[in-house]
């Protein structure tokens, strides 16, 4: 039986089709994304190691262009994409506004293609005989361009409510742009039905694109998941003919970086198949059992909408709606289960799929049970902001007493200052916030994208709060600003006329702030009579920590925040 004969899940009326402003769906993007971007430090491990790579590329040029380094540290992860785009931006804006800022300029791009892709993949999915509302008897359902656009706007606003993918969204890591990539894949396919030249050329620059950001983790879900979409019954079926295209220039853009990476450092090259490889490997349980355990608040709350649009449109199962992503998100789920430790970056490419998904579920549900969920969200992120606000008042009036004890294990050292700025741009988006809860309760608005507009905007409310009243309390526990700076003035006062200093130790998020924060880079040349020792305070008592004994200590110090951390300045005996 064709899907057409068969009577679509979706009912609704052209009322709940009323057109969202553009200017209310554009602001409150971004502001999503420009708070908490900017102003702050890079913080430790993925966030300053992502900035660290691009500023290498300006500061030493030559391979470190081509191959990521942080310092004389071979990053021999993921791929140069970031780097290159982060580090073309930081000459560009750089000595205007500063490298930590101008590289992370790109996440404005990378949120930009993303969200674009989402809204156009899915408005051009929407309008679709497949995927229409059931006529009414009488007339009034809504046009397919109307239907297109209200889903769209709920797919992109049920996206910025996504919890897991805010942090980092907002970090110089591999993430938005693999996200992006994504995105663009997703759109692509959608637009190859009916333009299968442009949607097969920008399939083939996204799935490059996946592949020189995040190697094969990162391109082989998109790549399996674009694959499966030209399954015999779908409709990208009929365009099957431009898969040779896809792949020749998919593999003509990869080529043109890994001809010339692979002549460029084959130490890089042998530690970047040893990354890919060795992070196949099948999950154990504990791992598994994480997975599954931080999967569901990620992911919320699209993924109970997106699986109930699988069950709703089941019948259709293999129109272009439905199984373009949902083709997405299995090959991204079933990464998770072929490596050895799933992270953020594998959890952040359900994202899309889902939302896309769940805002297809919208039109198949009865009033009561949106009417619920806009409830939930007015409760959920009331409690959020007011939770932000306490947070700000027990760091700064250590009220209530065991939350502020509680943030000063965390913060140690910390002495609290109240910017009224700050405190005022607080105020307005809790008003903001406000409002959006009064307009929902007094205007009962039959939109179906209002539920989506209460997530997204509560989400992102909470946000700025959190970004306004806490950062400064973040930075002094992520950051290492002012570790950093003492370092560097122990180095000065302690360094003899050609001596030179190596790492032990040392993480690469340590590596990368010292080099963002003081252009402090250490070799690993062994004849080094300097040494910076990362190390814990435990392995000190326990006199287990090399170079216990027999050294002079130069400088001893570290993060007050952080309680097992420590640094030590040696001066050792001369290798021979």
Not at 116 to 136: D, F, H, I, M
Not at 367 to 377: E, Y
């Amino acid at each position: 039986m064709s899907p057409l004969s068969i009577s679509t899940p979706a009912r609704l009326t052209s009322v709940a089709t009323a057109k969202l402003p553009r200017l209310v769906l554009l602001g409150l993007a971004l502001a999503y994304i420009v708070a908490g971007l900017f102003m702050r430090d890079p913080w430790k491990t993925d966030d300053a190691v992502g900035l660290a790579t691009m500023i290498t590329a300006i500061r030493e040029g030559g391979i470190t262009w081509l191959l990521p380094q942080v310092g004389h540290l071979a990053h021999a992860e993921e791929g140069p994409l970031i780097t290159w785009v982060g580090a073309i931006s930081i000459w560009i804006f750089g000595p205007f506004i500063g490298d930590i800022t101008a590289g992370r300029l790109p996440n404005l791009l990378w949120f930009g293609i993303t969200a674009s892709s989402v809204w156009y993949g899915t408005y051009l999915l929407g309008r679709r005989s497949e995927a229409q509302p059931l006529a009414l008897p009488f007339g009034g359902e809504p046009s397919p361009r109307d239907y297109g656009r209200m889903l769209a706007d709920a797919a992109l606003l049920l996206l910025l409510a996504t919890v897991g993918i805010l942090q980092r969204t907002h970090e110089t890591t591999v993430i938005p742009a693999i996200m992006a990539c994504q995105a663009l894949a997703f759109y692509s396919l959608a637009r190859s039905i009916d333009r299968p030249l442009t949607g097969a050329t920008t399939l083939a620059i996204a799935l490059a694109a996946s592949f020189l950001t995040r190697g094969w983790i990162g391109a082989i879900p998109i790549m399996a998941g674009a694959l499966l979409t030209f399954y015999p019954r779908s409709q990208l079926w009929r365009r099957k003919r431009w898969l040779p295209w896809i792949v020749l220039l998919t593999a003509a853009l990869i080529l043109a970086w890994w001809i010339p990476a692979t002549q460029g450092s084959e130490y890089w090259i042998r530690n970047w198949k040893i990354w890919n490889l060795s992070s196949f490997a099948g999950p154990d349980l504990p791992d598994m059992g994480r997975t599954l355990r931080d999967l569901p608040w990620y992911l919320w709350p699209a993924w109970p909408l997106a699986l109930l649009a699988v069950w709703r449109w089941r019948a259709w199962i293999y129109a272009p709606h439905i199984w373009v992503p949902l083709m997405l998100l299995i090959s991204s789920a079933l990464l998770l289960f072929g490596l050895a430790e799933p992270s953020d970056s594998e959890y952040a490419l359900l994202a899309v799929p889902c939302a896309v998904l769940a805002a297809f579920s919208l039109p198949t549900l009865r009033r009561g049970v949106v009417n619920t969920l806009d409830w939930f969200a007015v409760m959920c992120f009331s409690l959020t902001v007011a939770t932000a606000w306490l947070g700000w008042v027990a760091v700064n009036f250590q009220w209530p007493a065991q939350m502020s004890r509680n943030i000063g294990r965390h913060t140690t050292g910390y002495e609290p200052s109240i910017s009224w700025v700050a405190f005022g741009l607080a105020l307005l988006v809790t008003i903001g916030w406000v409002a959006l809860v009064v307009w929902r309760l007094r205007v009962k608005p039959q939109a179906l994208w209002r539920g989506t507009v209460l997530s997204a905007g509560g989400l992102t409310a909470t946000w700025i709060l959190l970004v306004l009243l806490w950062q400064p309390a973040v930075d002094y526990a992520r950051s290492y600003r002012i570790m950093s700076g003492q370092l560097a003035q122990a180095l000065e006062q302690n360094l003899r006329p050609g001596e030179c200093v190596r790492g032990l130790s040392l993480g690469s998020g340590q590596r990368a702030s010292f080099l963002i924060f003081n252009n402090l880079t250490f070799t690993f040349d062994s004849k080094c009579t300097v040494v910076l020792q990362q190390t814990t305070n435990q392995s000190l008592r326990d006199n287990t920590a090399a170079y216990s004994d027999g050294a002079e200590v130069l400088w001893q110090g570290g993060r007050r925040a952080d309680r097992h951390e420590v640094f030590r300045l040696l001066r050792v005996t001369p290798n021979r």
